[in-house]
């Protein structure tokens, strides 16, 4: 028995020896970001592996902490492993968060497909300032159903997918729901690629985060201030000086 044990631990041992770690890296439209590593001992065991990313992680916006962004492993090469868009979805606690008392959820399904032949399957969430009736709960849903159909149409995956983080999408379609009942607030819960479409060009513009753009501009807008602010004190001090020198002479 003792052998037995001994000759399978060492069976467990090359067997992890074996295995090397790929890289995983995002899609080009998140500037090829490495996502993690995994482990295989084949290249083909790594295809059509998921993985998960929060939109922080990604571009370090804090405001989209609640926003998590699958990617699919489509094609290996060496020991990097390419991913491409494969869906989002929202945090379960802050969709709690939005559905509280005498507020109506609207959810709705809808299949889509963009300029570049990609399927993804969408579900928006509309969250109404009061309870609202069963009449108003249809047009609400069909106005998102219709809207996010035709914007799809007109856009590529990248551009769409940018439209769903970034929160453009759902600002068109609060718009167009406006006309039906006050919208406190309205979100695409979670999206599914069902078929994939052309691929991106590498050439198409990344979704950028706030990390990278604004540590540029912050040093210009911060720089003027505080030599802009230092001559300020010093005028400051010295009428404060100078009182107490006038109610000396007046005494």
């Known amino acids: 028995m003792a052998q037995k044990t001994r000759a399978a631990a060492k069976k467990v041992k090359d067997k992890w020896r074996a295995k090397e770690w790929y890289k995983v890296y995002a899609p ?29 992680d990604l571009t370090g916006d ?35 968060r939005l559905t509280r008392r005498k507020r109506t959820k609207t959810d ?5 497909t963009t300029k570049d032949a990609w399927e ?25 159903m219709e809207e ?38 309205i979100e695409i819960r979670r999206s599914e690629v069902t078929k994939t479409g052309r691929m991106p060009e590498p050439g198409e513009a990344p979704i950028m985060g706030p990390q990278e753009a604004p540590p540029e501009e912050t040093p210009a807008e911060e720089t003027p201030e505080p030599v802009a602010e230092a001559p300020a ?8 000086e100078a009182a107490p020198a006038e109610e000396g002479k007046e005494e």
């Open 28 to 56: 080009d439209m998140f500037s090829k970001m490495q996502l993690g590593e995994t482990p295989a001992d084949a290249p083909e065991n790594v295809m059509g592996r998921i993985t998960e990313a929060t939109v922080q």
């Open 62 to 96: 804090f405001s989209k902490m609640h926003i998590k962004i699958k990617f699919k492993v489509h094609d290996v090469r060496g020991l990097d492993a390419m991913t491409r868009f494969d869906g989002h979805d929202l945090t379960s606690d802050y969709v709690r």
């Open 108 to 112: 709705a399904v809808v299949d889509v």
């Open 120 to 144: 993804i399957r969408v579900k928006p969430m509309a969250v109404s300032e009061q309870r609202i009736q069963a009449s108003q709960e249809t047009a609400i849903r069909t106005i998102m």
């Open 148 to 185: 996010i159909k035709r914007i799809a149409s007109e856009v590529t995956i990248g551009e769409f997918v940018r439209m769903l983080i970034m929160g453009e999408l759902a600002k068109r379609i609060s718009d167009a729901s406006k006309i039906i009942v006050p919208i406190k607030r």
């Open 233 to 240: 004190p010093e005028p400051a001090h010295e009428i404060i």
